[in-house]
């Protein structure tokens, strides 16, 4: 079975969305990209909510180095109710039950499936009990506003996997402990 990540940027005090995240990547390194990059190498697929979907296909198509390249050709599962179309090259809009469709894509064969951020999307497949590998990059920055990782509703045992330095980023690798149903 194929295993779903997420890899989220998160500041010291929790903010994983907002204008303070685009700070982030000022911090990253030649390895810190290497990392990332050979993860996105790894995957088949990416899954993405619509407000990711939309910020992406803005950014991505167009740009020509080995990150864009990737982003570009990978396939794009977009969990929207509202999206007519998703024009970006390779993208699938999926509608019906979360759980159930990323249940299915699970089941297929290929590689491992990808989300990047911790939106509605992926608090969703934490909480359904979907997500495998939650790898959470710490970046030196309080951001004071902005989403915050952690949600009051939110509860999840992990378990630490790996922990990988950068020069300026830590990347915590967690394995979620999920109570059986």
Not at 11 to 20: A, H, K, Q, Y
Not at 85 to 92: C, F, I, K, M, P
Request: hydrophobic share 40%; glycine share 8%.
């Amino acid at each position: 079975m194929r295993k779903l990540i997420e890899h989220t940027l998160v500041s010291l005090d929790g903010v994983c969305t907002g204008p303070e995240v685009m700070r982030f990547f000022q911090y990253r390194d030649d390895a810190c990209f290497r990392d990332g990059l050979g993860q996105l190498l790894a995957c088949d697929a990416m899954l993405m909510g619509r407000t990711t979907y939309e910020e992406f296909a803005k950014i991505w198509p167009g740009r020509s180095h080995p990150w864009a390249d990737r982003i570009n050709s990978i396939t794009k599962y977009v969990f929207s109710s509202t999206l007519r179309e998703a024009e970006w090259a390779n993208s699938v809009i999926v509608r019906g039950d979360v759980t159930t469709e990323v249940s299915k894509l699970k089941q297929r064969d290929g590689g491992d499936l990808l989300i990047y951020g911790h939106g509605l999307l992926a608090q969703t497949l934490l909480k359904s009990q979907l997500l495998d590998v939650l790898d959470l990059s710490v970046h030196p920055v309080i951001a004071g506003s902005g989403g915050l990782f952690f949600h009051e509703d939110t509860r999840a045992a992990m378990q630490l996997v790996t922990v990988t330095t950068f020069s300026k980023i830590v990347k915590l690798t967690y394995e979620p402990q999920y109570q059986r149903r």
